[in-house]
T-cell receptor, first 118, second 110 residues
Framework: GAVVSQHPSWVICKSGTSVKIECRSL??????MFWYRQFPKQSLMLMAT?????????EQGVEKDKFLINHASLTLSTLTVTSAHPEDSSFYIC??????????????FGPGTRLTVT | EDQVTQSPEALRLQEGESSSLNCSYT??????LFWYRQDPGKGPEFLFT???AGEEKEKERLKATLTKKESFLHITAPKPEDSATYLC???????????FGKGTKLSVKP
């Protein structure tokens, strides 16, 4: 139980284009999903928190117009990187919480999406 | 600012050589301390949650313990497949996000 998937697992795009990353909770309903970013040899840094049916809450320094988050259902959240630039190249990881049987704050992570912007 | 600090940054062990990883935190009213394992190019894999000082949890060769100021991840007789980065985290904001330490990269040589 508590499986989270991400798609795609890796993507290469040209500078100026947009990329959409999907995060799905496969066997539970996720009331809250989180998007993190991880640069090489760094730890995970929270970008935003999304609750189903409401606007995402972005961390300080994260541009909400650049990183569009949609949490349309209890099993799907999407992150769209708009007008991507090389400095957006990173490892993007989503997590989800809210499944039955889980502790109140336990999060389960997707496998991550490697984004490379050329 | 509340911190989660892990040490050492890297740890090299021989197969069978037991050791411990440390995670210290500076926050009052801890609402949980989490341990994850992360393999290269993968998302973190949940290991343990500890909620109160004195609590211990075990899974195969791993045992996590918690005091009022720090947590330890004990690895008994590690195997090469235990090689990974181990992350600890504590709850951050009110919506349940996690604040991660920088991790300890464990390498176990056969």
């Amino acid at each position: 139980g508590a499986v989270v998937s991400q798609h795609p697992s890796w993507v290469i795009c040209k500078s100026g284009t947009s990329v959409k990353i999907e995060c799905r909770s496969l066997d539970f309903q996720a009331t809250t999903m989180f998007w993190y970013r991880q640069f090489p040899k760094q730890s995970l840094m929270l970008m935003a928190t999304s609750n189903e049916g409401s606007k995402a809450t972005y961390e300080q320094g994260v541009e909400k117009d650049k990183f569009l988050i949609n949490h349309a259902s209890l099993t799907l959240s999407t992150l769209t990187v708009t007008s991507a630039h090389p400095e957006d190249s990173s490892f993007y990881i989503c997590s989800a919480s809210g499944g039955t049987g889980q502790g109140p704050l336990e999060q389960y992570f997707g496998p991550g999406t490697r984004l490379t912007v050329t | 600012e509340d911190q989660v600090t892990q040490s050492p940054e890297a740890l090299r062990l021989q197969e069978g050589e037991s050791s411990s990883l440390n995670c210290s935190y500076t926050v009052s009213g801890l609402r949980g301390l989490f341990w994850y394992r992360q393999d290269p190019g993968k998302g973190p894999e949940f290991l343990f949650t500890l909620y109160s000082a004195g609590e211990e949890k075990e899974k195969e060769r791993l045992k996590a313990t918690l005091t009022k100021k720090e947590s330890f991840l004990h690895i008994t007789a590690p195997k090469p497949e235990d090689s990974a980065t181990y992350l600890c985290a504590r709850p951050g904001g009110s919506q349940g996000n996690l604040i991660f330490g920088k991790g300890t990269k464990l390498s176990v040589k056969p």
